[in-house]
């Protein structure tokens, strides 16, 4: 496949409309009550993720989505859904490692995560949540540079993105 | 997925084309110049084909796109199968839409169709009709001239130019040994070893495998030079199709290097095994008595020539032939019987040598057959403890007579498997062994041209692949 | 209830995750390795356990697992680098004495066959390897290679007597593969488990074989010979594998390891769910459908992903464990009868 030529040529660009500031309430403040994870949480972790082609955010192109985010804290469980922008994106493995990279950074190790495309919206789904979900095959992915390097650009924050307010 | 392919492209990375944990990453062409109207959305029905559903939630099924070999071959990060598009492109399918289409032709367009048959595929053939290899060779042509080729030969001549030119190489190299490292020479006329030294260990082998093309693409060469300027015609005019006992020979021709660009034609245009043009016979003539009794009938039409054959063995012969032209030409030794010592608990793995009055050894050569022959003999040029002159390497254990390719047992029973191998051996070996050289339409076929031309007809390169992954984002983890 | 384990120690060093522990034949060294692409060696010292020697700079990745020669005086090792290291200790301290190279990527596991004439190896590149090894020369010669599975080969276990190996794989079976006139091939397939294998292990006795898997269950699998009592068709001169127990809803998470102990009948199974559980068949159980029932178990063993457990060859219900937490443990199991 030629190197230029994007899977999807003209993705559909959503607008962002979750608010991205919101107000703490007084517990989120008090450092001595813990503080559980929430969906939106999860979500402010995730939704600046680049997409590996375009210069759009997971957000952006409603790849992924507060709906579509599980918080168990209690049980220490987290299972983010995503969904490719066409179900032949050979980009699905990458975008869900760059999301279980980003959790796996970010929460603390307690975390069972789950990273899983949403049901019917890629051909290879299973494949691909079999292999998003073998932790020694992760682990031994990101000791591949090449893809580590890939993933990583995927993680960083664009100058051109809004200012995250938490 | 089982592949047909030899155990050393199995293992390579070429395996996760053939055999991929993910579908192709461009089966679906969207027409760009459609304007859409409003917003749709594909999904994945049931069946696995691609629906495009609009707003009104009408929905419309997607055309797959056609995938080439060489789309395949150029994409860094492929994950599809080149198996199912070799399949597609090197099958009995398309041989007989090329046979159909020629015959729809007007005649001054049609081209010449030409058919090699190699003698370890006539042997597989052979020894599944319980046949006499000599009139199951008939059978072949006349089968192959009753659908619509219109020449049909034996691939012999061409693995004897092999070997002389094998024998040369050797010699030379030889030679040059004495200034700069050049042994061993290592044989080059096997696909699966040429694919995995390429890809797996580039820098080590290369420099040593013999420069000589494969039997098959030495007539490919040939047949395209020859057919073609004989009845003034251009090379993409002929349509070269080989029957081989191996699955990897596909892959062979399909290689850049067998390529012409100026019109667009390959070399060997296509490849069938024994076992696909056993299931063509099945389809076409019923049985192969049915096949007999036309070929009794036709028989003025189908060759007469006796078929060849070298000594060595079913796998083209080239430890044998250079072992005994060096001995002679280095050493002045006439080696009247090759002595093959296995190595321990390897059948595969087998050792040559001559050594001289005082039990020096003057040459020192192998034949290492199967992948894990091949694993021992790389490992040993890693460790710098390959002290050989010459190797035979084929990939598949047991060598060509038991390729890929060749006639299979129902259901893969193993035991039944070494009775078919054990017979295809003795249809082989019906042919009586003549030393190669002693032909002489051979040496004049080698003589008919310059060096230059020589080497373009008769030799090829290899070409190391780079792991270079930093050029796909869809590398395999 | 079932009583829990004791932990008796707590051995942290690595500082990364551990991928595998194993204690030697004799069960008087642990061999553990990691992320941290090191091995360590643990023994006694008086009461306590420490850290003897560390292995280094013999793999460039993550070392996924280690096996120990029956001799115990070497030790092998399989690592995301693509290679096997053989470690030698003969001459005292333990040293690297050769690297086996072949495989296409990494190296999920290795493993010394019982009479010490071969070793196993597998890898994501879907095949299984066989090494004949020649101790004099330190050689150690690729004698098959086997790439029946269609997918990364998790694990690989050898039969307890007879030069027999069995594989896990990310395809969903396991193969068992023994040489033929030279060749060694595939002569089962045990199909059942809905995900991965990542783990199995031979019963003492190698009519058995236990599997751990993805799908969160353990299964137990029985030999039947040709012309079995139970009327279990066999297909020629092979026996046939059958699936005679399925342990579920013990687990919440993957099983990445079982181990079968050969001098207590109990298996031990860890997963990512941070417990251990030990199983015991009931005295009572018949041959072809056997009960396992829970003899221990802790449910935070580990405060992650527990990756091994393996069980010590001379001193009966000592358990050994390892996790992405960092942390060995070592485990003790009272029991009765």
């Not at chain 1, 995560?113 to 682990?139: T, W």
């Not at chain 3, 004439?117 to 050689?139: M, N, Q």
Request: some cysteine; overall charge negative.
């Amino acid at each position: 496949m030629n190197e230029t030529q994007k899977d999807n040529l003209n993705p559909l660009v959503h607008q962002r409309i979750t608010p991205r500031t919101r107000i703490k309430q007084p517990a989120e403040l008090d450092n001595d009550v813990r503080d559980p994870f929430d969906r939106r949480e999860i979500f402010d972790l995730i939704r600046d993720i680049n997409d590996p082609e375009h210069p759009l955010t997971l957000e952006d192109l409603r790849v992924v989505s507060e709906n579509d985010i599980e918080v168990d804290d209690e049980k220490s469980f987290i299972k983010v859904s995503f969904t490719p922008t066409i179900p032949h994106c050979s980009m699905a493995t990458l975008i869900g490692l760059a999301i279980r990279v980003r959790l796996l950074r970010s929460l603390p190790p307690r975390f069972k995560v789950e990273v899983e495309i949403s049901p019917g919206s890629h051909q290879s789904e299973k494949a691909v949540n079999k292999q998003l979900g073998d932790k020694e095959r992760v682990a031994a992915a990101l000791e591949n540079n090449h893809l580590l390097n890939v993933v990583n650009q995927c993680l960083t924050i664009k100058g051109n993105s809004y200012e995250t307010t938490v | 997925m089982t592949s047909n392919f030899s155990g050393a492209l199995q293992l390579t990375d070429l395996n996760d084309f053939i055999a991929p944990s993910q579908e192709c990453i461009k089966p679906v062409e969207v027409k760009k110049s459609i304007p859409k109207k409003g917003l749709s959305k594909i999904k994945v029905s049931n069946d696995g084909s691609y629906m495009e559903v609009d707003t009104s939630g009408k929905s419309k099924k997607l055309q797959k796109a056609e995938i080439t070999l060489n789309d395949c071959l150029a994409c860094s990060g492929c994950v599809t199968s080149a198996e199912t598009v070799l399949i597609a492109m090197q099958s009995k399918d398309e041989f007989y839409k090329v046979l159909k289409e020629n015959k729809e032709t007007s005649p001054e367009k049609r081209k010449i169709i030409v058919v090699s048959v190699s003698p370890q595929s006539r042997a597989s053939i052979a020894a599944k009709h319980k046949l006499d290899v000599r009139k199951a060779g008939k059978a072949i042509d006349a089968f192959f001239k009753s659908l619509g080729a219109d020449i049909v030969l034996d691939t012999t001549f061409a693995e004897e130019i092999a070997l002389v030119k094998t024998a040369e190489e050797f010699i030379q190299r030889y030679r040059d040994n004495q200034s700069k490292k050049s042994l061993p020479v290592l044989t080059s006329s096997c696909p699966g070893w040429i694919c995995y030294a390429e890809k797996t260990h580039g820098d080590l082998t290369l420099p040593y495998i013999s420069s000589v093309k494969s039997p098959q693409q030495i007539l490919g060469s040939l047949v395209k030079e020859t057919v073609s300027s004989h009845v003034n015609k251009t090379p993409d005019n002929v349509y070269h199709v080989t029957v081989m006992p191996c699955y990897d020979k596909k892959l062979e021709a399909s290689r850049q290097d067998f390529y012409d660009d100026i019109y667009s034609t390959r070399d060997v245009d296509l490849v069938l095994t024994s076992g696909e043009v056993e299931e063509m016979i099945a389809g076409e003539c019923g049985t192969m008595d049915d096949l007999i009794v036309k070929v009794d009938a036709i028989n003025n039409n189908a060759s007469t020539d006796e078929p060849l054959s070298h000594g060595g063995g079913g796998s083209g012969g080239y430890l044998h032939h250079v072992y005994k032209h060096a001995a002679q030409q280095l050493f002045g030794v006439k080696v009247e019987e090759v002595v093959y010592k296995p190595a321990r608990n390897n059948k595969d793995f087998r050792d040559v040598t001559l050594k001289d009055a005082d039990g020096k050894i003057l040459l020192n050569f192998a034949s290492v057959y199967g992948f894990r022959s091949i694993q021992n003999l790389v490992q040993k040029m890693k460790r710098g403890r390959c002290n050989y002159h010459f190797v035979e390497v084929m990939a598949c254990p047991s060598g060509c007579l038991n390729g890929g390719g060749q006639i299979k047992a129902p259901g893969g029973d193993r035991e039944l498997q070494k009775d078919i191998f054990s017979s295809v051996q003795i249809a082989f070996n019906e042919i009586p062994p003549t030393e190669a050289r002693e032909d002489s339409a051979v040496n004049q076929t080698i003589m008919d041209y310059d060096i230059t031309k020589s080497k373009q007809l008769f030799h090829t390169q290899y070409h190391a692949v780079e792991k270079d992954e930093t050029l796909s984002l869809n590398v395999k983890w | 209830m079932t009583p829990t384990l004791d932990c008796v120690a707590s051995l942290n060093d690595h500082g990364d995750r551990v991928w595998d522990v194993k204690w030697n034949p004799k069960g008087t060294l642990l061999a553990t390795c990691g992320t941290d692409k090191t091995i360590r060696i643990w023994g006694k010292e008086g009461d306590k356990w420490v850290c003897k020697s560390i292995l280094q700079d013999g793999h460039q990745r993550t070392i996924r697992k280690v096996g120990w020669s029956p001799c115990g005086n070497k030790l092998a090792s399989a690592s995301f680098d693509a290679t096997i290291c053989i470690w030698d200790k003969s001459s005292g301290q333990f040293e690297s004495a050769a690297t086996l190279e072949g495989h296409e990527n990494e190296v999920k596991a290795v493993a010394w066959s019982q009479s010490g004439e071969y070793l196993a190896t597998c890898s994501r590149d879907k095949s299984v390897w066989i090494w004949s090894v020649d101790d004099e020369e330190d050689d150690f010669e690729c004698a098959g290679v086997l790439t029946v599975h269609t997918q990364d080969v998790k694990d690989i276990a050898w039969h307890p007597f007879e030069p027999i190996v069995a594989s896990a794989s990310y395809d969903d079976t396991i193969k068992l593969f023994k040489e033929d006139d030279g060749e060694w091939l595939s002569f089962a397939t045990l199909s059942g488990h809905s995900s991965t294998v990542w783990s199995v292990s031979w019963s003492k006795d190698g009519r058995r074989l236990v599997s751990g898997s993805d799908d969160k269950t353990i299964k137990v699998w029985q030999k039947y010979e040709p012309g079995n009592m139970e009327g279990i068709a066999t297909k020629g001169e092979t026996p046939t594998w059958k699936c005679v127990c399925t342990l579920s809803g013990y687990f919440n998470q993957p099983i990445y390891c079982v181990t079968w102990c050969h001098q207590t009948d109990m298996i031990a199974a860890c997963s990512g769910d941070n417990s251990i559980i030990v199983f015991r068949e009931d005295e009572s159980s018949g041959d072809s459908d056997p009960i396992f029932s829970v003899v221990a178990s802790t449910q935070q063993a580990h405060d992650q992903d527990v990756n091994a457990v393996s069980w010590n060859p001379t001193t009966p219900g000592l358990l050994a464990s390892c996790s992405d937490d960092s942390c060995i443990k070592l485990w003790k199991i009272e029991i009765d009868g």
